[in-house]
């Protein structure tokens, strides 16, 4: 019995003792957590420090621009637009979007041309409003939501002008087409800097106006169409880039939707975890500093042009995949590692499409004074562009193909390999298995140059099987 009491005994000192034990690790850890966190936090008040002392914006409140009087701003007379669009019916809808130009029927290109009668009003306001220097939205920022609407109305009145172009050129009317190409350029223009969002719908639009300027220089009875207005809306956006501010606004909305746990897919149980001290708000730090850092690297990437920063990029998807293994799941993979890590390739595309452009103008110019396109480009002499045609993506000279009455200018795009202009993919079928006799499918390329044809002969648009 005694002994028994014994075991007994020394049993309870051992539990007590594990319990003391355990306690103690827990208040060790508590304490290490505790240090950590503020350690932690104590890094993110330094980084915001240094970004504020760049001058860059940390809070919505920093975001909110000027407001520019009613009378000068440009979004006053594009909302007016906005209100009086129509939008198309499904027979035009089809036509627009799913449909080349070279499918369309005479019943399409009707329902087209009654689409664009019926916006009459909206392109006289959208021809107005690219009249003002100035256009602002958005007064203040608070958030994504507050921008999509008015960029999806530019969207459209950017495909009304597009069909209105393509109006005006089956009609004969180059002059008036070039100037709703000019319009659609400063529809671009117009939207401005602000979040990655607004910047990759400003991509989209120079990207249009591109195809809008090319099908006009195209056209016949150029000779007489003065083109300087639409050189120098050219070289005015060539000397705007908006991606720095971009980056920096978008930073400020994924630093807000961080700290208030917005779309990030954490249950109310696991917010409210977050509150006190610990392990999870010791977690919410690291988020913290892994969104600074994240745009820490994307800014200074978008400080290079692109044949300059592979491997950093390869550096920054590799920390972001590093990032999303982690146990728990990370929120900052899912909120921003996509668009930031490839707005490099949008600013690519943006420069290469408004040097075509300018280059486009300028070719132009030299066709009239010596009745053909040059041989190279090293033959053309730039008249209203000071730098030479610098592809974004080599780092050298654009590339141009003339041949017979019409020309392709190309840039390499983002794979850096000359495709000869040509974009699209080339299946190989390869051999034919021995077995069943047959063929098995092969390799699969994909050509992306970004190539801007004018009167070229030959389609530069690759979709098929090769034997």
């Given at each position: 019995m005694t002994a028994h009491l014994r075991r007994r005994g020394g049993i309870r000192k051992v539990l007590l003792i594990l319990?003391?034990?355990?306690?103690?690790?827990?208040?060790?850890?508590?304490?290490?957590?505790?240090?950590?966190?503020?350690?932690y936090r104590a890094e993110v008040e330094d980084r915001l420090s240094q970004i504020r002392a760049?001058?860059?914006?940390?809070?919505?409140?920093?975001?909110?621009?000027?407001?520019?009087?009613?009378?000068?701003?440009?979004?006053?007379?594009?909302?007016?637009?906005?209100?009086?669009?129509?939008?198309?019916?499904?027979?035009?809808?089809?036509?627009?979007f799913y449909k080349d130009l070279e499918e369309r029927t005479a019943e399409d290109r009707e329902a087209l041309r009654r689409w664009v009668k019926q916006n009459q009003r909206a392109l006289v306001l959208a021809r107005r409003a690219s009249l003002l220097e100035k256009s602002q939205f958005v007064t203040e920022r608070t958030?994504?939501?507050?921008?999509?609407?008015?960029?999806?109305?530019?969207?459209?009145l950017s495909y009304l002008l597009g069909q209105s172009i393509d109006i005006h050129l089956s009609d004969g009317e180059p002059k008036a087409a070039l100037e709703e190409c000019?319009?659609?350029?400063?529809?671009?223009?117009?939207?401005?800097?602000?979040?990655?969002?607004?910047?990759?719908?400003?991509?989209?639009?120079v990207c249009l106006a591109s195809a809008d300027l090319q099908r006009v220089l195209a056209s016949e009875s150029t000779e007489d169409l003065d083109l300087g207005?639409?050189?120098?809306?050219?070289?005015?956006?060539?000397?705007?880039?908006?991606?720095?501010?971009?980056?920096q606004w978008e930073r400020v909305n994924l630093w807000h939707a961080l700290n208030n746990m917005e779309t990030i897919g954490l249950s109310e149980e696991q917010v409210e975890a977050l509150k006190p001290e610990g392990g999870l708000r010791l977690w919410m730090e690291g988020e913290r500093l892994a969104l600074l850092e994240l745009f820490d690297r994307a800014l200074a990437l978008s400080e290079k042009p692109w044949h300059e920063t592979k491997s950093a990029r390869q550096e920054l998807d590799a920390w972001v995949d590093e990032l999303a293994d982690k146990i728990p799941p990370r929120p900052l993979p899912m909120l921003s590692s996509g668009p930031v890590s490839k707005t490099p390739v949008q600013r690519s595309m943006r420069r290469a499409r408004l040097l075509q452009m300018a280059l486009g103008i300028e070719l132009e110019w030299y066709r009239r004074r010596t009745g053909s396109f040059p041989d190279s480009l090293q033959?053309?002499?730039?008249?209203?562009?000071?730098?030479?045609?610098?592809?974004?993506?080599?780092?050298?000279?654009?590339?141009?193909?003339?041949?017979?009455?019409?020309?392709?200018?190309y840039s390499v795009g983002e794979n850096g390999v000359d495709d000869n202009g040509?974009?699209?993919?080339?299946?190989?079928?390869?051999?034919?298995?021995?077995?069943?006799?047959?063929?098995?499918?092969?390799?699969?390329?994909?050509?992306?140059?970004?190539?801007?044809?004018?009167?070229?002969?030959?389609?530069?648009?690759?979709?098929e099987w090769v034997d």
């Open positions: 319990a003391l034990a355990a306690i103690g690790l827990g208040a060790v850890a508590w304490g290490i957590f505790r240090w950590l966190g503020h350690s760049r001058g860059e914006p940390v809070t919505f409140d920093d975001l909110t621009p000027e407001p520019i009087p009613p009378e000068e701003n440009a979004a006053s007379i594009y909302r007016q637009a906005f209100a009086a669009y129509v939008e198309p019916d499904e027979e035009a809808e089809d036509a627009l958030g994504v939501e507050q921008e999509l609407p008015h960029l999806r109305a530019l969207r459209h000019l319009v659609s350029l400063r529809l671009a223009e117009h939207v401005g800097s602000g979040t990655l969002v607004e910047y990759g719908v400003e991509v989209a639009l207005p639409m050189m120098e809306g050219v070289r005015q956006l060539l000397r705007t880039e908006n991606l720095p501010d971009a980056l033959d053309l002499t730039l008249t209203r562009l000071q730098e030479p045609p610098i592809d974004p993506f080599s780092g050298r000279l654009l590339l141009y193909q003339h041949e017979g009455k019409g020309y392709v200018l040509e974009w699209g993919w080339r299946q190989h079928r390869g051999k034919a298995n021995p077995d069943t006799g047959k063929w098995q499918e092969g390799w699969k390329e994909d050509m992306d140059d970004i190539s801007w044809p004018v009167n070229f002969p030959h389609d530069l648009e690759v979709s």
